[in-house]
């Protein structure tokens, strides 16, 4: 991947974040945590991959992006957002009570957004109705979806993933956001959905596993995976819940908590300086 | 009159359907020979796509296909598709308002032998709760098929339940016209009415034959749509005959009985009996005994009739 292009995406990363961290503070709820872990994924997918366009967020051909870790929302709207389809203002609007900008997406509302999602579990299964459907009238579109690593405990996401294999979706891309923690723990510890990988091969998956805050990679792995033919392809990304706010990192507790004003400052310090480096 | 199961009115009503949405697509959970997609598979089997016994995928499969603008019905028994799936159906299925069919077939007791576990009783009131779901309880094969076809035209997410046992067919499918929402006076009379639903609207057409020679005018009213119902209809009967009675073969709770009076308590406040699964679960044996343990057939809704015209 071009160097400029990596620092571009890591720029829109790092707005990203920000975003997130308005967001979520100006909401005073909301998920941080599992938000910043797929900040730079859906930058990724958002502003280099899919093809969509903001001025026709409903246009047939498009790429499909279904959210099925709905609670990463403050992640999905920054990048919207970011990529046009709102202003980045409206994420001071997350939450409120007279905002599009709902605590979990809705795609009745907010523009981009291809499913409403929020329930664990279920995403995937729209994103398989997606793809199905693309099959069905040869359509060329990609579609999407990114999963929580504690929502692998939901029975539907195996329910789906036997469906895709069966109908030979290659035209599918899961992502996994492996951050290893959920609301009561460590996955490990509350209820391992371990070895990922090979559950997804043995459901007769693609498996690629990357660094899920390393572009290169996630460029390697989707063009991989472009070219798998009559199997669906999963990517697990290895990710740290909460990257770049320090505080937040691997911390349990930012799960689904927003930060005080004192610690959006800090936070705010910490991610404004970032941008500034990458953009310096 | 014949006999034919609602569930065979689906699976002929999709192949009508399919001649006019060549879009349409047909997911079954491993019981289309039950529910009778196996009619339409026969016909279109590029059309028609087994998701496995996987109620709750098959629902958000159904969506995603909606999203993408295609015609989608996707087919259980009523316990699985309102019952196992219910929480897909609302979030990812309702809350987008997206166009999917759902054909729930072997609704209510007279699932006979199979017993409780199978015998749903509670699909109407789950599906009633959830905002902007159309319900719809054909009452035969005939209104059964209307009905399938009528969703050529008719956006947005709908329930369709179909029986398991073979009821008489009593509309003529020359003449035949289904209207999402109307109700149908099929019988007219001035002394009370019977508001049914679905394979009762046969039972209480004939209690209104038996009330008729014992000199008790009866109205029978055919409501096949539950959800969004004919408010006029009911209106006009409690007006009109001042008592009601409603039968249905599913619980009092949160089914037709509590629909009617619902309006009827915010319109025009009178006597309304409810007849119907009074909070039990069922049991295995003949769909007709069953009914009848129950107190679903013609004999019984004639002496609720004649019971609640002395209240």
Redesign the interface.
């Known amino acids: 991947m071009d160097k400029s292009l990596v620092r571009d995406l890591e720029i829109a990363a790092a707005k990203v974040r920000i975003g997130i961290i308005e967001g979520v503070h100006s909401a005073k709820a909301g998920h941080p945590g599992g938000s910043l872990s797929c900040a730079d994924l859906l930058t990724y997918l958002y502003l280099h991959r899919l093809n969509v366009d903001p001025a026709d967020p409903k246009m ?1 051909s498009r790429d499909r992006m ?1 959210l099925s870790k709905g609670h990463a929302a403050p992640a999905l709207y920054a990048v919207l957002a970011l990529r046009g389809f709102f202003s980045m203002e409206e994420m001071k609007t997350l939450r409120k009570i007279d905002s599009r900008m709902q605590g979990h997406p ?3 509302k907010i523009p981009g957004v ?3 999602t ?2 664990l ?14 099959k ?2 040869d ?1 060329s579109y990609k579609v999407y979806t990114l999963l929580g690593d504690g929502e692998l405990q939901e ?2 996401v195996w ?2 993933a ?2 895709a294999a ?2 030979q979706l290659d035209n599918l891309v899961a992502v996994v956001d492996n951050n290893n923690m959920q609301i009561d723990g460590k996955i490990a510890d509350v209820m391992s959905p371990y070895p990922i990988d090979q559950k997804f091969e043995a459901f007769g998956w693609h498996t690629i596993t990357i660094n899920g805050h390393d572009f290169n990679e996630m460029e390697k792995a989707f063009d991989d995976a472009e070219r798998v033919v009559q199997r669906p392809t999963v990517i697990i990304m290895k990710t740290t819940k909460g990257k770049g706010v320090f505080y937040m990192e691997n911390a349990l507790e930012w799960h689904g908590k927003a930060p005080n004003d004192e610690e959006y400052e800090v936070a705010m310090k910490e991610l404004t300086a970032h941008l500034a480096e990458l953009e310096g | 009159m014949a006999n034919k199961a609602t569930r065979e009115g689906y699976g002929d009503g999709l192949c009508a359907l399919a001649k006019v949405r060549p879009d349409l ?1 047909v997911l079954d959970a491993d019981l289309s020979a039950a529910t009778k997609t196996c009619i339409f598979k026969k016909e279109y089997p590029d059309r028609h ?1 087994n ?2 016994i ?1 109620e ?2 098959m ?12 015609l989608v019905f996707a087919s259980s028994f009523a316990m699985f598709a309102a019952g196992r799936a219910y ?2 159906v609302r ?2 299925i309702a ?3 997206l166009n999917v069919k759902i054909g729930a077939t072997h609704a209510g007791i007279s699932v006979g032998e199979d017993g409780a576990t199978h015998q749903c009783c509670e699909d109407i009131a789950l599906m009633r709760a959830i905002p902007g779901m159309t319900i719809i309880n054909p009452a035969d094969y005939v209104e059964a098929k209307a009905a399938v076809l009528a969703m050529a035209e008719y956006e947005g997410p709908t329930y369709l339940r179909f029986g398991r046992l073979a009821v008489p067919i009593y509309n003529d499918e020359e003449t035949y016209k289904f209207e999402v929402g109307k109700g149908i006076t099929v019988r007219d009379g001035s002394d009370i009415t019977i508001i049914a639903t679905g394979l009762m609207v046969a039972e209480a057409m004939e209690a209104a034959e038996t009330l008729a020679s014992e000199g008790i005018n009866a109205r029978v009213v055919n409501i096949h749509t539950i959800k969004p119902i004919d408010r006029e209809i009911i209106v006009k009967a409690a007006r009109e005959t001042k008592k009601i009675v409603t039968v249905e073969e599913h619980s009092t709770i949160g089914g037709l009985g509590s629909a009617v009076c619902d309006v009827v308590l915010e319109e025009y406040p009178t006597t309304v009996v409810k007849l119907g699964i009074e909070d039990v679960f069922g049991h295995s044996g003949a769909a007709k005994d069953l009914l009848r343990e129950y107190g679903l057939c013609a004999e019984n809704i004639v002496n609720v009739v004649k019971k609640t015209l002395k209240k």
Do not use: R
């Open positions: 047939e279904v809705d795609s009745l291809d499913a409403s929020g329930s579990g279920q995403g995937i299964s729209a994103a398989c109705g997606m793809a199905f459907s693309g069905l009238s359509e029975g539907e329910e789906a036997m469906f069966h109908y | 697509v796509f998701c496995g996987a709750s995928n629902m958000g499969v159904a969506a995603g296909i909606a999203s993408t603008g295609k929480e897909i979030n990812s809350y987008p308002k």
